[in-house]
């Protein structure tokens, strides 16, 4: 599929895989389709960031070739390395047949038939004249040294092999980068890349996401737990619940097949919507009913 033209057809086009943007998010995802820039997204973890690039590949046909960052991530794990039992292999073979030039055989050894792509250097080959889609996924997990190789790569897509000399891509790569600001990413790196923060949505879009990800759920509890949920995110607790924490409660509360909250199954479910002991001890008994009773009486009054 041809990448879209304009900022609606950009949220059209993600809307059709599921994924509700609001204007802000569809401008700056169009404008790096249109730029060939990187997009850097940060923002809360489950706000949906991730779900941007899967969606992408989705609804453009292209592969998506994911790096997912940790701590101590080298190039051998994100770029490429050298598959030493084959080479070994070749090396006792030459010896064998008595072919034992060593500058020919370094040079056999070091060839691309030898090397291990990693998902860096995935991302620089094309399939049938499209690029993928390279999703560097928490790049705020590794350190500063990783950022700074990223540079070469997110500048002029390109990675240099000392072995082989520097391979370049025919085509960029679409690349979103995702961050959850456990740490702050160098501004050399940003510089290179579109960014944008990916905030919790409002009551209004998270009911549409709910809609278009759970359709089986009831709209009444639909509103009932968006409601429960923006109530909570006001609230005093250490990790507010995101968008995929949403998605998750309802999924659950519709297996129970719950038609409305009420204060004993809000408890009862508090590990689906809220991953911290405290948060949940603080929310358990009166913390819940207070929210839903304050849920309860704004739903009335909108009525």
Not at 33 to 60: N, Y
Not at 104 to 113: D, R
Not at 114 to 139: K, T, V, W, Y
Not at 253 to 276: A, F
Request: aromatic fraction near 6%; glycine fraction near 6%; proline fraction near 4%.
């Amino acid at each position: 599929m041809n990448l879209p033209t304009s900022i609606d057809a950009t949220a059209e086009l993600l809307a059709s895989s599921g994924y509700v943007a609001g204007r802000d998010l569809a401008t700056v995802v169009f404008l790096a389709l249109k730029m060939g820039r990187p997009l850097f997204l940060e923002g809360e973890a489950g706000v949906g960031k991730t779900e941007i690039a899967k969606v992408l590949a989705q609804a453009l046909g292209r592969k998506l070739i994911r790096l997912q960052c940790y701590e101590g991530l080298d190039v051998a794990s994100a770029v490429y390395e050298w598959n030493y039992a084959a080479q070994m292999i070749e090396i006792r073979l030459a010896e064998a047949v008595g072919e034992v030039n060593r500058d020919e055989l370094s040079s056999s050894i070091f060839a691309e038939k030898f090397m291990i792509r990693r998902p860096l250097l995935q991302a620089l080959q094309s399939e049938n004249g499209q690029a993928p889609i390279l999703l560097i996924d928490e790049l705020d997990r590794t350190d500063e040294a990783f950022e700074a190789y990223l540079l070469e790569v997110l500048s002029d897509f390109q990675i240099t092999i000392p072995e082989l000399g520097t391979i370049k891509a025919e085509t960029p790569p679409i690349v979103i980068i995702t961050s959850n600001r456990t740490r702050e990413v160098h501004d050399a790196l940003k510089r290179r890349c579109l960014y944008h923060w990916v905030g919790y949505p409002d009551a209004t879009r998270e009911l549409a996401i709910i809609k278009a990800k759970r359709p089986n759920a009831s709209e009444a509890l639909s509103k009932e737990v968006v409601a429960f949920v923006q109530a909570l995110r006001g609230g005093d607790i250490y990790k507010v619940p995101g968008v995929a924490e949403t998605l998750d409660w309802v999924s659950a509360l519709h297996e129970l097949d719950c038609i409305s909250l009420d204060p004993q199954v809000v408890n009862d479910t508090l590990g689906v919507l809220l991953k911290y002991q405290d948060d949940i001890a603080r929310m358990e008994g009166s913390g819940a009913k207070r929210i839903l009773d304050q849920v309860r009486d704004e739903l009335r009054t909108l009525r």
